[in-house]
C-alpha cells in the first residue's frame, strides 16, 4: 500500500512539473513611462493595468508573461525582428498599424483628452491654432494634433516630458489618452495643482488598445487571447480598472 501511494504521489509531482515545464513564456516589451497602465514603480518593477492584465491572462491561459523595457521610439521595430513575442504598451488598434502586424482581442477603450494648465480658457484642440500643443511621438495623441490644421504637433519621447513643459509654461496643451491624463492631472501630486483636463475628445471610430504580435507568431497570439477572453469572463477586468483608474 505504501509503495502505491509513493508511486501515485511521484506520479502527480512529474504530471505537475511537466506541465510547469510545458508552459509557454512569453516576452513582452512595453514603453514604461505611461502610468497607470504600464510604469516603473518605486521598486524599479514594471507594473500597472496592463502588465497585471497580462499576468491574469497568463494565470488563466497557462502561459507566463516576461516583461522587459523598451523605448517608444523603437518597439515595432523589434517586434518585427524578433527581440521579443509581443507588445504591451498601450498599444491602440488601428487599420494602418493591422496591415504590418497583428492584433489581440481589444482590453481596453480609450479616448484622448487634451491637458492644460488650471488658468487656461481652451476647452477645445481648434482652439489652439497657431500654439504648440505637445504628444508622445508616433501616439494616436500625436495623431489627434496633427489632424487639426493650423495647431503646432511638438512631440516628445515620453508623455511626461510633455506634461513637464506643459507645467512650466513652454508648451500650451498636452494630447494623450484618458487615463494617462488622468494621472497626470488629477492624481500625480507636482501636477494637480497646476494642470487639468480641458476636455475628453471623442472620434468618429472607437479606440481600443490591443496587444500587438508577429503576423507569424507560432500560437501566441491565440494563448494571447484566450487569456483575455477568460479576463473579460471572469470580471477580472473590472477588479483590475478599479486597482488602477478607478470608476
Given amino acids: 500500500m505504501l509503495r502505491k501511494s509513493l508511486l501515485l504521489l511521484l506520479g502527480v509531482f512529474l504530471a505537475a512539473n511537466t506541465a510547469l515545464a510545458a508552459e509557454k513564456v512569453i516576452v513582452f516589451a512595453t514603453d514604461a513611462t505611461w502610468p497607470p497602465m504600464e510604469f516603473v514603480d518605486a521598486n524599479k518593477d514594471i507594473t500597472g493595468y496592463s502588465i497585471d492584465y497580462m499576468k491574469a491572462a497568463g494565470k488563466e491561459a497557462g502561459f507566463t508573461p516576461k516583461f522587459v523595457a523598451v523605448a517608444w521610439d523603437g ?78 504637433s511638438k512631440t ?13 509654461g513652454r508648451i500650451e496643451a498636452v494630447v494623450c489618452d484618458d487615463p494617462v491624463a488622468a494621472n ?26 490591443g496587444i500587438a504580435v508577429k503576423k507569424e507568431n507560432n500560437g501566441t497570439l491565440e494563448l494571447i487571447n484566450k487569456g483575455i477572453q477568460a479576463v473579460k469572463a471572469k470580471g477580472l477586468d473590472k477588479e483590475l480598472q478599479a486597482k488602477w483608474i478607478g470608476q
Fill in 75 to 152: 518597439i515595432f521595430a523589434g517586434l518585427n525582428v524578433g527581440k521579443y513575442d509581443a507588445i504591451s504598451s498601450s498599444v491602440s488598434i488601428t487599420d494602418e498599424r493591422k496591415k504590418v502586424m497583428d492584433f489581440s482581442e481589444p482590453y481596453f477603450r480609450v479616448r484622448q483628452a487634451l491637458i492644460v494648465r488650471k488658468n487656461s480658457k481652451v476647452k477645445d484642440l481648434k482652439e489652439l491654432v497657431g500654439k504648440q500643443v505637445g504628444s508622445q511621438i508616433s501616439t494616436t495623441g500625436t495623431f489627434a494634433v496633427k489632424a487639426v490644421k493650423g495647431v503646432i
Fill in 156 to 168: 516628445y519621447d515620453e508623455v511626461g516630458l510633455a506634461i513637464e513643459d506643459l507645467h512650466n
Fill in 184 to 209: 497626470y492631472a488629477l492624481q500625480n501630486e507636482k501636477y494637480a495643482k497646476s494642470l487639468k483636463i480641458a476636455k475628453v475628445m471623442e472620434s468618429a471610430e472607437v479606440e481600443y488598445y
